[in-house]
């Protein structure tokens, strides 16, 4: 099977663009106008994210990451009402992603930090990872991996808080949950072992890794190593997702290019891949050759 390739979030074109608002403008508003500004957003937004699928089927494109903010304020009583009156919408969007064959996938923001000693702060990331699970279970997405939701390890040397922190989490995100390394907190052998210490998937970012380890090379052999190793911790292996983004200025920056220019090649063997470059929709484009250099039809 070829790989993969995701779009993330929106287009580099004008394409694909979400509606949001800021929460001193909504809250500047009454509470009847709150409602109705957030309704005409989720609305439309709903809407948009139609357009995308649309705009990944007619590309080729396998794979979608949601953004975050799609439903502003969603993690709030007003937000979660809202989305609620809209669950038959949703259902019938979700249902058409997966009719498309388009995997859908959320990569909640740096607010989540599972790993963090202060109580608060894990409650608060929970809320937020609940309400990417509501969104996933609206838009009649399973409860696995398939429509993961993938996030950091968070506060260094909190290993045993992080899989603790996961046990107690509720099935609807504990059943999509996925850990990916980072440059700095988390390593991939790090995040790997956390990984199967609390029983959930391991994405693997060969660009994190590169420097994480200060490495020169994507043909670093730990680079095939890890994608291997991360691969086991998947039930289905043939759901792995990685990422991969080059480093703007330099080989090690940790400032994502606009294109996609080194792929390592351990990555012909990865199911999925998200291509985390600015240019978004152009830098999968840039990527056919690579795979039609595989043998294979881009997909």
């Known amino acids: 099977m070829p790989p993969h390739l995701g779009l993330v979030c929106i287009t580099a074109s004008k394409e694909?663009?979400?509606?949001?608002?800021?929460?001193?403008?909504?809250?500047?508003?009454?509470?009847?106008?709150?409602?109705?500004?957030?309704?005409?957003?989720?609305?439309?937004?709903?809407?948009t994210f139609d357009a995308a699928m649309r705009y990944c089927q007619q590309a080729g494109i396998s794979l979608y990451r949601l953004p975050s903010s799609i439903f502003?304020?969603?993690d709030e009583p007003i937000g979660r009402e809202i989305l609620e009156t809209l669950a038959p919408?949703?259902?019938?969007?979700?249902?058409?992603?997966?009719?498309a064959g388009i995997r859908l996938v959320m990569h909640p923001d740096q607010f989540v930090v599972l790993s963090s000693d202060s109580p608060a702060v894990v409650e608060n990331s929970v809320k937020i990872l609940q309400m990417?699970?509501?969104?996933?279970?609206?838009?009649?997405?399973?409860?696995?991996?398939?429509?993961?939701?993938?996030?950091?390890?968070?506060?260094?040397n909190r290993a045993d808080a992080l899989v603790a922190s996961i046990g107690r989490l509720p099935d609807a995100?504990?059943?999509?949950?996925?850990?990916?390394?980072?440059?700095?907190?988390?390593g991939a052998e790090e995040i790997h072992a956390i990984c199967l210490r609390a029983g959930v998937p391991m994405v693997f970012d060969a660009h994190h890794h590169i420097v994480h380890d200060k490495l020169d090379s994507y043909e670093h052999p730990s680079v095939a190593g890890m994608l291997v190793k991360a691969?086991?911790?998947?039930?289905?292996?043939?759901?792995?997702?990685?990422?991969?983004?080059?480093?703007?200025?330099?080989?090690?920056?940790?400032?994502?290019?606009?294109?996609?220019?080194?792929?390592?090649?351990?990555?012909?063997?990865?199911?999925?891949?998200?291509?985390?470059?600015?240019?978004?929709?152009?830098?999968?484009?840039?990527?056919?050759?690579?795979?039609?250099?595989?043998?294979?039809?881009?997909?």
């Open 72 to 74: 502003p304020f969603a």
């Open 16 to 47: 694909i663009r979400y509606r949001t608002i800021t929460r001193k403008r909504l809250l500047e508003q009454s509470l009847d106008t709150q409602r109705k500004l957030l309704e005409d957003i989720f609305r439309d937004n709903i809407q």
């Open 89 to 99: 919408a949703l259902a019938r969007s979700g249902q058409r992603a997966t009719h």
């Open 173 to 186: 995100i504990r059943c999509r949950l996925g850990l990916e390394n980072d440059e700095y907190a988390y």
């Open 132 to 156: 990417h699970a509501d969104i996933m279970d609206l838009l009649a997405q399973p409860r696995s991996p398939w429509a993961l939701l993938e996030i950091h390890g968070g506060k260094a």
């Open 231 to 299: 691969r086991a911790t998947w039930a289905n292996p043939a759901h792995q997702l990685v990422h991969i983004s080059n480093g703007r200025e330099g080989f090690n920056d940790r400032q994502h290019s606009d294109l996609i220019a080194t792929m390592p090649s351990s990555y012909a063997q990865a199911p999925w891949i998200e291509i985390e470059a600015k240019s978004k929709e152009e830098a999968i484009a840039g990527l056919r050759p690579w795979l039609g250099a595989l043998g294979v039809q881009a997909g």
